[in-house]
């Protein structure tokens, strides 16, 4: 297929450039929580990359507000036998350099996100084994086995023009290659700073109320508090605790809430045989891992006071967790043990360890990624200390954090994951499978979680199309997980967000905050 090429620095000018009747238009400016480390949308996953992308480049399924699949690239899907899949293709769609949306985009799109070198969707493309073309508005998708959550899975890889199917992550994010056929386009990206969108006003579900959009990458609490309060934001995630009764008190400004599934965690190096963040209190090497040891990491849950966490670090706007899901999703059980605030008995058990004075830890964290975490990690930290092990906090930006966590750098680290699947296996592929490239799991299992037991009944529910027979076998995963205390599990996180009162925004359960569904508040909502 021939495509009409346009160069990254003429098609930046060219989406910049506004008619009259589009320049009168409003525009809006959102305050994102943490940065976007990429604009290649298949580089690494994490939420604001994802979220930010969505914006230039759709999907085959679109994931709504409460995880639910519809139709986006793909007006319908058929399943042919157990591992094959066939999907229809929209008609009439343009990317943003004017070139036809077709089969060959697909097909290029979930390829490159299975086979890049970051492997950072491999728990959305493991299972994928080919994609072939049968003709230009058709691909079937083979599965390497039986995947009831291929849909899910496929409405997480952005589809790029398969001309860009080699591009570079520098390509991406000059401009050149980060043509999709989304709701907006790439006017520019200024790592660490922001994202400046024009609206494509050809888009096939109508054109968004905004004709530019700027994604601000207001890291800091009070800035991004102090820049909504003095008119510089229109949204901003994550609202600060001590900027509530400001914003209550601002007849222009109002506070959105709504529920996620936003799962928060601490991880701990259960792998190595000595781990670099833990010693002896003088400094010296210990002699083990004590993160090995099951009774030393019930003794740090027993010493964390979590529902304190959630009420005054969090300013209730969490909820305890114990598990992945909460009652009511799919994998969430009754046998997991609810383990309370118990610092005595957390004592108790460091001794039976053979701990008696406890050791030195320090704990590692993020600074503006999930609600209050570094508040999170100093409350931790202390209470911690309480029990006998001296511990040291250390927060390092999320753009450096990311990765290090995930691969395995720290000792203890506090993690977040987005069960946006609303179901067990999504987060434990990614969190405590067994790391196997191959396989596509343990792609965040930054603690070394590596249990058969674990591995064997994923591979069992995650190759059935059955319901009743996977939900059993992931609430034993659950089990497993929470009980031997492979995760220490902390709480859901709720959506607090501050907002101009001329806008309308209902938060969605992944917490993305998407341009396009926010609307003028005169407005009639789509």
Do not use: C
């Amino acid at each position: 297929m021939t495509r009409r090429l346009v160069s990254g620095t003429a098609f930046a000018l060219l989406v910049s450039l506004t008619s009259p009747s589009m320049a009168q238009d409003a525009t809006l400016s959102i305050g994102m929580a943490a940065p976007v480390t990429t604009m290649d949308p298949h580089e690494d996953s994490n939420s604001p990359n994802n979220a930010a992308n969505r914006h230039i480049f759709d999907s085959l399924i679109n994931r709504g507000s409460r995880a639910e699949n519809k139709p986006q690239l793909a007006t319908s899907w058929e399943v042919i036998d157990d591992t094959h899949w066939r999907f229809k293709l929209r008609k009439g769609v343009t990317f943003h350099d004017g070139s036809t949306f077709d089969a060959e985009d697909v097909v290029a799109s979930l390829l490159r996100a299975r086979d890049k070198p970051s492997h950072a969707f491999a728990a959305y493309t493991r299972n994928i084994a080919n994609v072939t073309l049968e003709d230009p508005y058709s691909v079937v998708v083979e599965t390497s086995t039986p995947d009831p959550l291929l849909l899910n899975s496929l409405s997480r890889i952005h589809i790029i023009s398969s001309q860009y199917a080699k591009a570079s992550v520098a390509d991406f994010e000059s401009g050149k290659a980060a043509v999709g056929t989304g709701p907006f386009k790439f006017v520019s990206y200024t790592p660490g700073d922001r994202i400046v969108l024009a609206r494509n006003d050809n888009y096939f579900e109508g054109p968004a109320p905004w004709s530019k959009v700027t994604l601000r990458m207001a890291t800091d609490d009070g800035g991004r508090l102090a820049s909504l309060l003095s008119g510089d934001l229109d949204l901003i995630e994550n609202l600060p605790a001590e900027g509530i009764s400001r914003v209550e008190s601002n007849n222009k400004l109002q506070i959105i809430r709504g529920q996620s599934t936003r799962f928060v965690y601490f991880g701990m190096d259960v792998s190595k045989d000595k781990t670099p963040f833990a010693t002896a209190k003088d400094g010296s090497p210990l002699e083990k891992n004590p993160f090995k040891d099951a009774r030393v990491r019930e003794a740090l849950l027993l010493a964390i006071n979590r529902p304190a966490i959630v009420d005054r670090i969090m300013q209730k706007n969490g909820t305890v967790a114990d598990q992945f899901v909460a009652n009511g999703f799919f994998g969430h059980s009754e046998k997991v043990q609810t383990v309370g605030y118990d610092p005595r008995r957390a004592k108790e058990l460091l001794a039976q360890a053979g701990y008696p004075e406890g050791f030195a830890l320090t704990i590692h964290g993020p600074s503006g990624r999930y609600v209050n975490d570094s508040e999170v990690l100093q409350a931790v930290g202390q209470m911690l200390s309480r029990i006998g092990i001296a511990t040291k906090v250390q927060v390092v930006p999320w753009s450096v954090y990311a990765g290090k966590y995930a691969n395995g750098d720290y000792s203890m680290f506090l993690g977040s994951w987005g069960v946006n699947t609303g179901e067990v296996s999504n987060p434990a592929i990614a969190l405590v499978a067994g790391l196997d490239k191959e396989k596509g799991t343990g792609r965040y299992n930054g603690g070394g979680v590596n249990v058969p037991e674990i591995n064997k009944l994923l591979d069992q529910a995650t190759a059935s199309l059955k319901d009743d027979a996977r939900e059993p076998l992931l609430q034993q995963v659950s089990e497993l997980t929470f009980n031997q205390h492979w995760l220490l599990p902390m709480h859901y996180e709720n959506v607090v967000m501050g907002a101009s009162k001329a806008i309308a925004f209902t938060p969605r359960s992944d917490k993305y905050t998407m341009a396009y569904e926010v609307r003028p508040a005169n407005a009639t909502q789509k």
